[in-house]
């Protein structure tokens, strides 16, 4: 009832507009016409700050040729533009939280400091101890993984302990390797799948492997072997605290991770086409803070059929893919 009052009064706002206008001389309507700005089309806002191996953030912000000049700085603001742009590109996201806000990082941050993170407010590279990790500014879908952590934060946000944490950081994960795809212009074939592989120093190792799940390293000397589950009779029934990974949170998340795998292969061609678009929807749009796999599930299932039609090839893959990661 209010709906169609609303349209009633609209088109007789519009109706009278047009008569108004259509009375004016030449001149006058020329006046009277809205006048059509170009539409200002949103750009990347990248600070890049030096920590200079310090603790305090967000350091010392560095010029276009000081970035020039530093390795790590550079890869940063490049694996940043290009996130930015497939957010922007893909799924017309301004930014993580979709209104433009400035990425701020700092690289060189601690002495030795094996980490990138993204702590809620700006991304933070180490150079690592250069013993197990090189520079975590190396790879691209380490950069890419972190900022994925700031449009969850600003999407379904979820809690960073057990099954929510575990979606948490396959998001990320999923995201990371779909930028690098992107940024490569690899198909699901073509690509290797692989997080982290040149932050770990030594060959052969890999921080996680979307692909093959609980390979991305082996007999490593001091990780020993990967620990990824890729289906839920592997799920580790880990304790919720620091020594438990917050309840497997880097853990579990090979058994979401391996269900996109699987699903995107079956949709085949450029992922983000495919599953990566339903995964957007799900993650922007259907779950929250406290979802578990299950609700991961059964919304990307729901997202496929509204994006993608109902039976369509994209549905039955998405359902192939959890199923194969028996959930
Ligand atoms: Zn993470």
């Not at 020594?243 to 058994?255: A, K, P, Q, T």
């Amino acid at each position: 009832m209010i709906e169609s009052l609303d349209n009633e009064f609209r088109n007789y706002r519009f109706r009278s507009d047009r008569k108004f206008f259509s009375a004016l001389p030449e001149a006058g309507r020329k006046m009277m016409a809205v006048t059509r700005k170009k539409a200002v089309s949103p750009k990347p806002v990248i600070e890049i700050y030096s920590a200079a191996k310090g603790y305090s953030l967000p350091g010392k912000k560095l010029s276009s040729a000081i970035i020039n000049k530093d390795k790590e700085a550079r890869l940063v603001k490049n694996g940043v533009k290009h996130t930015w742009n497939f957010y922007y590109n893909i799924f017309k996201r301004n930014s993580i939280d979709g209104s433009g806000l400035a990425l701020v990082n700092t690289v060189h941050y601690g002495k030795r400091y094996n980490n990138a993170i993204w702590n809620g407010r700006q991304m933070i590279f180490g150079d690592g101890d250069k013993k197990v990790f090189g520079s975590f500014t190396t790879d691209i879908d380490i950069i890419t993984h972190e900022l994925a952590h700031g449009v969850t934060q600003y999407a379904a946000n979820f809690d960073y302990e057990d099954q929510p944490g575990a979606l948490n950081e396959s998001f990320s994960d999923v995201f990371g390797i779909m930028i690098k795809q992107y940024v490569l212009n690899q198909d699901v074939n073509q690509s290797n799948w692989l997080i982290g592989e040149n932050i770990m120093l030594g060959d052969h190792y890999a921080l996680r492997s979307l692909a093959a799940t609980g390979t991305a390293f082996l007999n490593h000397p001091q990780w020993g072997n990967d620990p990824q589950p890729a289906n839920m009779d592997q799920y580790n029934d880990l304790p919720n605290n620091e020594d438990g990974d917050y309840g497997g949170v880097h853990i579990n998340s090979g058994i979401p991770n391996f269900a996109f795998y699987i699903a995107a292969k079956e949709a085949g061609g450029f992922a983000w086409k495919t599953i990566g678009a339903v995964w957007y929807a799900a993650l922007t749009e259907s779950l929250n803070n406290r979802s578990d796999f299950h609700e991961a599930k059964n919304a990307t299932i729901l997202q496929a059929r509204k994006i993608f039609g109902k039976g369509s090839k994209v549905e039955k893959a998405v359902k192939k893919g959890w199923k194969a990661a028996k959930l």
